[in-house]
């Protein structure tokens, strides 16, 4: 059976940058299990699953338009560090949750100067372009209650 919409697919994959560093696997944890076609997974690489099947092993190279997007200016803010009270010490680096009018946004603190703190709040992979090695270990058609609810479940499936 080939990956296509409304199949689920169970896979591995090690992820990495260009520089060859990993950034993320799943091997040693559990594999992946995803629903196809509903954006479970970033466009570039569902569009690199499409039609591949069980026992199929790739790379797949994918830009940052297709992954996790470009880098946004407007995506940085600064704020009083008075809105941190409570958080204890706040240092570079610190991943903090910032509550917008969007929703909360995760953002990461890249700078601090005297009372004022530089939120990033892009995603830590964009402008990245992603080295994936996947190896399809299983695909299968999608029962009508996984259709619905638009994620895979079962073992390894994601719960919301």
């Known amino acids: 059976m080939k990956i ?9 994959y090690t992820l990495k ?12 944890r559990k594999p992946l299990v995803y629903l196809h076609g509903v954006g479970g997974l970033i466009p570039g690489l569902e569009k690199e699953l499409k039609g591949r099947e069980k026992g199929e092993n790739l790379h797949a190279v994918i830009k940052p338009e297709e992954a996790y997007g470009r880098r946004n200016d407007n995506m940085i803010k600064v704020v009083s560090k008075d809105g941190f009270q409570g ?10 949750r910032l509550d917008t009018d969007q929703g909360a ?10 009372n004022d703190v530089t939120l990033d709040l892009n ?8 080295h994936f090695d996947v190896d399809i270990l299983d695909v299968r058609s999608a ?11 079962g073992p390894g499936g994601h719960h919301h």
């Open 17 to 28: 940058n260009s520089d060859g560093e990993l950034l993320d696997t799943s091997v040693g």
């Open 123 to 130: 995603h830590p992979l964009a402008d990245v372009t992603l």
């Open 87 to 96: 958080e204890g010490e706040i240092q570079v680096g610190m991943r903090v």
């Open 143 to 153: 029962t009508d209650e996984e259709i619905s609810h638009g994620h895979a479940h």
């Open 4 to 12: 296509s919409e409304n199949t689920v697919v169970t896979l591995n």
């Open 105 to 114: 946004q995760i953002g990461n603190i890249s700078k601090i100067e005297g």
